[in-house]
């Protein structure tokens, strides 16, 4: 069945960084266009970044637009999100959604927490 | 401040229907398709209606969604205990080139 796990969530130091990975299987991972959606504590969903499924094309949220870099590896079925210079308000879970007419499937998340 | 506009909460008595409104603008709404998700206490969101008006197998008839022009409304029938939670609703942004959620709102059954 369709499975999307994300992972390498954890507490990081205001202006640090980290490395989120979302592992894809159950479907043509290559031909899918990927996303990041967080919700921090309390809070509603706010999509963070889109890449096409060829790694060709990406967006970003204002709110992480040069902070934040969206990749994939293809032969790994893997979707990435690099953070940096992480602020308080970045304290979230993170989820990666695949999209088929809309986000179809969500990984469980993975809770990113920057604290001094 | 969400670009969607969807109401904080809504509550009706169990069997009975809600509607929940979801009002965008026309980079939105008004040019894509919108879709609907649920999200249990404690669990990721869920698609529920996805092209405005269409069931991923699994989806009980009991919801529904329409759109008219730059808004769109989920519905929910028969309302049962197990359906409380929060409700968003979601689509792409031309101008922006993001996508972009409703700030959701909470069903309470009561």
């Known amino acids: 069945q369709v499975q999307l796990v994300e992972s390498g969530g954890g507490v990081v130091q205001p202006g640090g960084s980290l490395r989120l990975s979302c592992a894809a299987s159950g479907f043509t991972f290559s031909r899918s266009g990927m996303h990041w959606v967080r919700q921090a504590p309390g809070k509603g969903l706010e999509w963070v970044a889109y890449?096409?499924?060829?790694?060709?094309?990406?967006y970003y949220a204002d709110s992480v637009k040069g902070r934040f870099t969206i990749s994939r590896d293809n032969s790994k079925n893997t979707v990435y999100l690099h953070t940096s210079s992480l602020r308080l308000e970045d304290t979230a879970t993170y989820y990666c959604?695949?999209?088929?007419?809309?986000?179809?499937?969500w990984g469980q998340g993975t809770l990113v927490t920057v604290s001094s | 401040q969400s670009v969607l506009t969807q109401p904080p909460s809504v509550s009706a008595a169990p069997g009975q229907k809600v509607s929940i409104s979801c009002s965008g603008g026309t980079s939105n709404i008004g040019n894509y398709y919108i879709s609907w998700y649920q999200q249990l206490p404690g669990t990721a969101p869920k698609l529920l209606i996805y092209?405005?008006?269409k069931r991923p197998s699994g989806i009980p008839d009991r919801f529904s969604g329409s759109k008219s022009g730059t808004s769109a409304t989920l519905g929910i029938t028969g309302l049962q205990t197990g359906d409380e939670a929060d409700y968003y609703c979601g689509t792409w942004d031309s101008s922006l080139n993001t996508g972009v959620f409703g700030g959701g709102t909470k069903l309470t059954v009561l």
């Open positions: 890449i096409r499924y060829d790694g060709s094309t990406e």
């Open positions: 092209e405005n008006n």
């Open positions: 959604a695949k999209w088929s007419s809309g986000w179809d499937c």
